[in-house]
């Protein structure tokens, strides 16, 4: 089973719609995770952080699910900026590395 | 703002050669990883490196890959006798410490291609 899953989409939406993905996770172990974002043939960038209460960065909100092993992104307001695959990541206590997903392609349209 | 960075952009071998993939880390941060991303494909963990060895490694690195810290600023990932399964993106990154809350910043990467 893999980690780290995720809906690959794409998610089609038109400029100011919002768009929440999920992603699921299978190590129990995991104690920290992040939203990543990758532009096509770039290198993955840091979004934010999701904390086990939940935060917010702007129009973004991401959500920690422990029970469910979930982890979700909100995008407000959609911008055509936030065209990108978003990578659900996550890493163990003690365990260097991070554990990415496949990530899921929003395209948003003007 | 400070970036890793890593050269070159693109490497083209042949099949069999040796390959070497630098980078320079964020000069305050002291653990440094190599990711790869085959195209198409999601990005993978190869190997973390602190205090001039190997904190942990996956099964992708193999005794065909080599890391090391030749002075006090690059960060080398050597692959010897390339396949062509090696094609991919191989990312750099580095952070402050090893603690996962800390962000681990990535560079640019290097394009290779085994032909």
């Known amino acids: 089973r893999k980690e780290v899953e995720q809906d690959p989409g794409p998610f089609n939406v038109p400029e100011g719609a919002t768009v929440a993905f999920n992603c699921t996770y299978s190590?129990?172990?995991?104690?920290?995770f992040f939203w990543y974002r990758q532009d096509c043939r770039k290198e993955p960038k840091l979004l934010m952080s999701?904390?086990?209460s939940g935060n917010e960065d702007g129009r973004f909100t991401a959500q920690l699910n422990r029970a469910s092993q979930y982890i979700s992104l909100l995008i407000r307001d959609s911008k055509l900026s936030d065209s990108a695959t978003y990578l659900c990541?996550?890493?163990?206590?003690?365990?260097?590395?991070?554990?990415f997903g496949a990530g899921t392609t929003v395209t948003v349209r003007a | 703002e400070p970036e890793v960075t890593q050269t070159p952009s693109h490497q083209v071998t042949q099949m069999g050669q040796e390959v070497i993939l630098r980078c320079v880390p964020i000069?305050?941060?002291?653990?440094f990883y190599w990711y790869r991303q085959i195209l198409g494909q999601k990005v993978e963990f190869l190997v973390s490196?602190?205090?001039?060895?190997?904190?942990?490694k996956s099964e992708i690195f193999d005794d065909q890959f080599s890391v090391e810290r030749p002075d006090g600023s690059n960060f080398t990932l050597k692959i010897r006798s390339t396949k062509l399964e090696d094609s991919a993106m191989y990312f750099c990154?580095?952070?402050?410490?090893?603690?996962?809350?800390?962000?681990?910043?990535f560079g640019p990467g290097t394009r290779l291609l085994v032909l």
């Open positions: 990154a580095s952070s402050v410490d090893g603690d996962l809350t800390e962000t681990q910043y």
């Open positions: 190590n129990s172990a995991s104690q920290s």
């Open positions: 999701v904390y086990s």
């Open positions: 990541v996550g890493g163990a206590f003690n365990d260097y590395k991070l554990s």
């Open positions: 000069s305050n941060h002291l653990y």
């Open positions: 490196f602190y205090n001039n060895e190997i904190s942990e």
